[in-house]
């Protein structure tokens, strides 16, 4: 059952024993949303715990976030393990699973689905034993949004369809562990707000000398020379300057930006650039935008598409341009970029790594090689 | 000595032997002049056998050796730091090494059994454990990754089951991990003691089986057991299903699933060595159930009783001396 906002504020505000959990599924973050409802309810002096699995103990209400949408048998693990003592406890969902298939939850008992972020919980602290519960390096991030929301809707992304709003958290300074040396930001489009709000961030951070990571990447067309400049003034940590060449609509757009950045001062080593491939692109058009940052000088990420209801990792999407082969070939040679330096994509393909350790077959050559 | 005694001494120490271990002693036998020992921190076993000497021994080694070898007298002795095993027509030399640190930790746990208090454990004490131990959740190293034994109940739950046996006679409370059980049952104990960090387990022939105790509380789960359901009788013929499917089952967990829907039972199992169900018509036509269960335990209880009782979220199986109750969730 969908609830708003306010009804899961009442269902917390009603709650005194609470479970929050982050089901068992791989991850390198910590979990933000349960960090900050633990906040929340310790502030209203409530009993809280944490685990990752239905504890055998009386709860009046257990909280599960979701990550990716193929982590759903995770999810399941838990509702279906609910055990004896909490076999009629509400049980409320969120997380971007939720948020994005609701609907695979209609069936299940005492199960209320939040989608979306709450701007309410949003401006709590994140509690610090949850934050801290990460392997290192992620431990000695803080991570924050201070906005939400994309004013673009690409068909390949999510963030439009659960953060409709934009909203900026004018709590978000409070939100970060001055004890700690990186700041991780994770706004999905924080080129697209205020430049204003960008200048906030970064001289927050350069005044409490901080590194910084923006996770999300920032938009090729909205990055200006002023822009590049002010960014300029911040210390990344390596790959810490995030952008994206998803498209070849953005063919020109991009590598102005990049040389903006670069011209401002920006090392190369503190820029990465996301390269979506495997959705309606076709290879030649990937190997084009992740060859343009390679010889721009910066490190292309190659990020696989997958259909955004996928629900098992194990049932891989192949986008109609691509075949299975050539996807996990060309993610291969863009993440060891550094062994193959010397031969094209093309290359790559018709040499004997390339048939041998991928099992490169004249079908998938064909593919790479056939015309838009 | 005789070779096969020798074996046999090596068998029931064997599972005190760490497999993977950081501590290379803890992953050999150690010889103590009047014992043989194995230690991993979890458990550590001790049976009788006098030597001339005092060392560590490497047990994979020194186990396919013993269990290899043709002639039924052998002779074992020290000879410049190493361990010397002669037979009539073999002649092996095994390096040794020292290590102070896991031998004091073996000495604890000896010094510990001189002030141990020994008591007699019930007749129906491993059958008890063993039973329940299949509910435990092996994966946890708390009490939910025990068998409970408190007065004469003997429970073990992973929250998602309760597996419950009445014992004859009262013990002490005591949490025994349940990956150590199969192993403890082979000893065939007759006695126990609780020190302060171990529980030990005697046999009849001297041997000492400690397992490190685990703290802490166990929930109260026998109150689940009392609820009203649907009371479905099931067919004595789900025990010759139990025998067909024992062809397959794993030794290491053995289990088999039950599903009960549209009048029919079905007895599921699938191992490595194949899959195998078996179908039996039951009088039950209400929402499905299925659950999974040690195939001894089902077919201990159906010795007893043949009824369950189905309820929306739970299931039991109920006879005098044994329970199991299932969460419907699974």
Redesign the interface.
Known sequence: MLIKESEMIEMLDNSENVLLIEPKYQKKYPPLGLAKIKTYLEEKNKKVKFSD?????KFDLICVTTLFTYYSKAVFDV???????N??TKILIGGVLASIMPDIFKEEKNVFVFKGYSKILDQCIPDPDIMNNTEDPWNTFSYIFTSRGCPNKCAYCTVWRIEKDRWVNPSWKEMIDLSKPNIMISDNNLSAVSMEHLKEIIDFTVENKKKILFDNGFDCKHITEDMAKELSRLKFIRSGMRLAFDRIEEDGIFQKAVMMLKNAGIPKSSMMAYVLFNFTDHPQDAYYRARSCYDLGIRPYPQYYRPLNTLDKKKIFIGKHWTLKLGRTFRHYWLMRGIHSKMSFEEYINSKDGKEKHGIKMEDIKTYRRKK | MKRTDLLKILEIVKPGIAGNTKIESMSYFFFSGKEVVSYNDKISIQHKLKTDFKMFVKANDLYSLVSRLKSDELKMKEEKGKLLIKTESTKASFSTISDDEVESRVKNVSKSLKKAKWEKLPDDFCNSISLCSFAAEKEQKNTLGCVYVTDKNCMASDNKRVAFAKMSEKVEDMFILATEIKSLINTAPVKYAITKSWLHFKNKEGCVFSIRKVTGEFPDFLQFFDFKGTVVDLPKEIIDGIDIASIIISDIEPMITVNIKNKVLLINVKSESGKITHKTKVDYDGEEVQFSINPSFLKEMMTYSSKITIADDKMKLETSNFSLLTSLYV
């Open positions: 699995q239905i504890l055998p103990e509702l279906k393990n609910r055990g004896f003592f076999s009629n």
